[in-house]
T-cell receptor, first 114, second 113 residues
Framework: NAGVMQNPRHLVRRRGQEARLRCSPVKGHSHVYWYRQLPEEGLKFMVYLQKENIIDESGMPKERFSAEFPKEGPSILRIQQVVRGDSAAYFC????????????FGSGTRLTVV | GESVGLHLPTLSVQEGDNSIINCAYSNSASDYFIWYKQESGKGPQFIIDIRSNMDKRQGQRVTVLLNKTVKHLSLQIAATQPGDSAVYFCAEIGETSGSRLTFGEGTQLTVNP
């Protein structure tokens, strides 16, 4: 029973390129959450999605960032025209129901913008 | 604004000692708290949780204490082991938070053999 799978584990992008981070939730989980962690800081909420719906995107930057969770396939966090300040670890979590019970985190994608 | 923060950024203990990690929160509407452990290169791992209608909860070698009067949360680890070395975060969720967690900034626990 695999946990939350994120890929790639490490991603290097040049400034101005696009970054695509993928998250496959725990099998049977229909709720996905994305968090960002800057070095030596706690995780900051970005977005909460259910299948084909964005439920809460209050933590998403207004520009360049988008997220989706299609009916089929993994959830995608997309960052366009990356800048050095986007360098961080991005964590995905999933849960079977609304709320934090059974909230499982993936191992994260470490994005480095050079 | 609302925040969850930790008193100490680092804590170093001897193997076998008890560890206490503290957390302060400012949102009086918080009603659910969680402690996570994060090892290097990994995602947060659930340790223990507590609801605001409780003041103490015990797990295996861990105890969480909640003092709502002073908005303080602590994690006690008994007989600390080298494998406990990690960064520990408290997180909270409140009535208006939906499913999103607000994390503190973390305490690095180092266990010396």
């Amino acid at each position: 029973n695999a946990g939350v799978m994120q890929n790639p584990r490490h991603l290097v992008r040049r400034r101005g390129q696009e970054a695509r981070l993928r998250c496959s939730p725990v099998k049977g989980h229909s709720h996905v959450y994305w968090y960002r962690q800057l070095p030596e800081e706690g995780l900051k909420f970005m977005v909460y999605l259910q299948k084909e719906n964005i439920i809460d995107e209050s933590g998403m930057p207004k520009e360049r960032f988008s997220a989706e969770f299609p009916k089929e396939g993994p959830s995608i966090l997309r960052i366009q025209q990356v800048v050095r300040g986007d360098s961080a670890a991005y964590f995905c979590a999933s849960s079977p129901l609304w709320g934090v019970k059974g909230y499982t985190f993936g191992s994260g994608t470490r994005l480095t913008v050079v | 604004g609302e925040s969850v923060g930790l008193h100490l950024p680092t804590l170093s203990v001897q193997e076998g000692d008890n560890s206490i990690i503290n957390c302060a929160y400012s949102n009086s509407a918080s009603d659910y708290f969680i402690w996570y452990k994060q090892e290097s290169g990994k995602g947060p791992q659930f340790i223990i949780d507590i609801r605001s209608n409780m003041d103490k909860r015990q797990g295996q070698r861990v105890t969480v204490l909640l003092n709502k009067t002073v908005k303080h949360l602590s994690l006690q680890i008994a007989a600390t082991q080298p494998g406990d070395s990690a960064v520990y975060f408290c997180a909270e969720i409140g009535e208006t938070s939906g499913s999103r967690l607000t994390f503190g900034e973390g305490t690095q626990l180092t266990v010396n053999p």
